[in-house]
């Protein structure tokens, strides 16, 4: 087991120095004056010379990548040119907001995707069964934005069930009552995408198993339809852990246009006022910090299968 | 959205994650043909070439000049006299836009899943067929890509370029490849060792007499499997890249882009800023159920593919 999980963490750093570098050349390889682009047009000539000896633009490419990197070892992300703080700093306090938003998304997707993948491998050709195919489907082609706004559309502007954004009433608010109202749309459109993900794997995972010698074995054994079922759905879980990890990473890309349509002050909303500003530093920053994230979740479902499941540790 | 499922690695006797039959067989010629008519699969294909049909026909079919807006029709609801759909905050006709807007849109979607195609299945059969260094570089290569989330990777690339068509079919291109290159790979890593390979290697063939001749046919027909299902997500990134600023810029119609300019009327007339959003989605529904019977088709070949870039 530790030798499998430190095969796969050695494994892990070309991925993540990849990551750096594919980082490091969206503000390095940016046609025209990196300065301009890093401070905006209108910098005073010694924040352009300071920023310039920091970086090292006269040097080559190679060891300037090997200055960053090793900023950004220490935290240093550079500072926003819209905001005139540290990138770390915004990131840091939006990174909560988008992963209670993630949080919540994860637990819909979970349930959603497990009953919709159970009901349509328990009915394969049953009505209920292709209904719930036919939703996983939907679900899957469900752009988070086209939902976001669909949502808001009926249960904001229309029926009024719902606040439209923001984590919590103006006047009023606060508490988490309140939160958890305004967490309820945002929390549906960025999961709808990874939950017809989930509910077609478990699917397909949970039919091999009914159809396989191992629920032959117990239904002969006179289980009932309830405890062969409950075996099954065990033997299919770790195809579920392997997938709803996965969701869970493509979760936090997602809320790039969730968190901006619902005005969740998160990492993907600051991501996209870093987009539209065009700040570059932030927006190196955001997109380093979520492909970090996403390698590192995908290690921790390697490793979370390889302790339920000794056969992958080979 | 995004490429989720990794194409995971072909389970060995010990992988458990598989789906789906551990040894499929080849695609036997004429499997096509003899399967039973499936109605989803010829309704969406049906679809499929409505949308097209309805772009490429955008300037026959459409009631209005996309680009011409009138003062005193801003923000029309749908169902305005001469307005099926409404108009926007300038006054244009949104049916005309969004019919138009498949142009760009379905540009967006469909270019760089063909490119990914030619790409992936290049770098694929490169991996395979090149030895044990060029297999182990490309494989590293394509995984650090594979790690990033495909809109991140898109927005990645897209800032280093300027915002238009251009960019987003290259940043889709980047994001679509290594998932094509890992299919093309895994369907040729089950022939290396074919007797049918050895027999051409042996009577001579070079590398690439064996790749054109040998692998293309066994290769391409899962590679375009696959691909077609890619093109819905293809299109909702294409759409987001828009949205977003970085795709087709203003006042060129695109799904993305009229999401971004109706979103200010979404609290005032809901049903005119919703109507971008809900093309998305039908588009993606559309292509998106043509992929997944298309693989179906293929049947037990099909079954280890990843699910549509996921």
């Known amino acids: 087991m530790t030798g499998f999980l430190l095969r796969r963490l050695l494994l892990a750093v070309p991925t993540l120095l990849g990551v750096t570098v594919v980082v490091f050349a969206t503000v390095a390889l940016v046609p025209g004056d990196p300065l301009t682009a890093l401070l905006g047009p209108g910098a005073p000539p010694e924040a352009r010379h300071e920023l310039s000896e920091r970086l090292g633009l006269d040097e080559p490419l190679p060891l300037r990548y090997l200055g960053w990197l090793g900023g950004v070892a220490g935290g240093d992300l550079g500072v926003s040119i819209s905001a005139q703080r540290p990138v770390a700093e915004l990131l840091g306090s939006a990174l909560g907001q988008t992963l209670l938003l993630a949080g919540a998304a994860f637990l819909l997707v979970l349930a959603g ?34 939902v976001a706004l669909l949502l808001i559309a009926v249960f904001a502007v229309n029926l009024r069930w719902l606040p439209a954004g923001g984590t919590h009433d103006v006047f009023g608010g606060g508490g988490a009552g309140d939160l958890l109202r305004h967490l309820v749309l945002p929390a549906v459109a960025a999961a709808l995408v990874p939950l017809g993900l989930t509910a077609k794997v478990f699917r397909a995972a949970l039919s091999t198993v009914l159809a396989g010698e191992l629920a032959d074995s117990l239904r002969a054994r006179g289980l009932s339809r309830f405890a062969v079922l409950r075996h099954c759905v065990h033997n299919a879980s770790p195809a579920l852990l392997t997938i709803g990890g996965l969701q869970l990473a493509y979760l936090l890309e997602g809320v790039v246009f969730v968190e901006t349509l619902f005005a969740w002050p998160g990492v993907g909303r600051l991501l996209y006022d870093a987009l539209t500003a065009r700040d570059l530093p932030l927006v190196q920053g955001g997109v380093l910090v979520v492909a970090v994230a996403f390698v590192g979740i995908n290690l921790l479902v390697d490793a979370a299968h390889a302790a339920i499941d000794p056969r992958v540790r080979s | 959205m995004t490429l989720t499922t990794k194409p995971t690695k072909p389970a060995g006797p010990a992988g458990p994650v598989e789906p789906g039959p551990v040894e499929p067989g080849p695609v036997e010629p004429g499997a096509v043909r003899r399967a039973p008519r499936d109605v989803l699969l010829l309704l969406s294909a049906g679809a499929a070439a409505l949308l097209v049909l309805l772009a490429l026909g955008a300037p026959l079919v459409a009631p209005y ?44 979607g469909l270019v760089p899943v063909l490119v990914a195609v030619t790409a992936g299945t290049l770098l694929g059969i ?39 068509l251009g960019a987003t079919v290259l940043a889709l291109s980047v994001v679509l490849t290594p998932a094509v290159a890992r299919v ?8 290396r060792t074919a007797e049918y390979l050895e027999a051409a290697r042996v009577s001579g063939a070079g590398g690439l007499d064996l790749a054109v001749r040998q692998v293309v046919p066994v290769v391409a027909p899962v590679v375009l499997v696959y691909a077609a299902s890619l093109v819905g997500l293809s299109v909702v990134y294409a759409a987001g890249l828009s949205f977003l600023g970085l795709g087709v810029a203003p006042p060129t119609a695109e799904w993305g882009a009229m999401l971004d300019e109706l979103r200010p009327s979404l609290f005032t007339h809901p049903w005119v800023a919703v ?15 043509l992929g997944e019977r298309l693989r179906r088709r293929i049947g037990d070949s099909g079954a280890h593919l990843p699910e549509a870039g996921r």
């Open chain 2, 65 to 108: 000049d996309p680009a011409a807006g009138s003062l005193e029709d801003r923000l029309l609801d749908p169902g305005a006299p001469g307005h099926l759909l409404g108009t926007d905050g300038q006054g244009r006709d949104v049916l005309s836009r969004l019919l138009w807007a498949g142009r760009a849109s379905l540009v967006g």
């Open chain 2, 184 to 191: 093309a790979f895994t369907e040729l890593r089950r022939i």
């Open chain 2, 126 to 164: 490169a991996a395979g067929l090149g030895g044990r260094v060029t297999e182990q570089v490309l494989l590293r290569t394509l995984d650090v890509l594979y790690a990033f989330p495909g809109v991140l990777l898109a927005i990645a690339v897209a800032t280093l370029l300027r915002p238009g």
């Open chain 1, 113 to 146: 995707g497990v009953l919709l993948g159970a009901l349509g491998a328990l009915r394969p050709n049953g009505p209920l069964g292709r209904l719930c195919d036919a939703l996983g489907t939907l679900a899957v082609s469900a752009p988070q934005y086209s």
């Open chain 2, 275 to 289: 109507q971008p959003a809900l093309v998305i989605l039908l588009v993606s529904v559309v292509f998106n159920t």
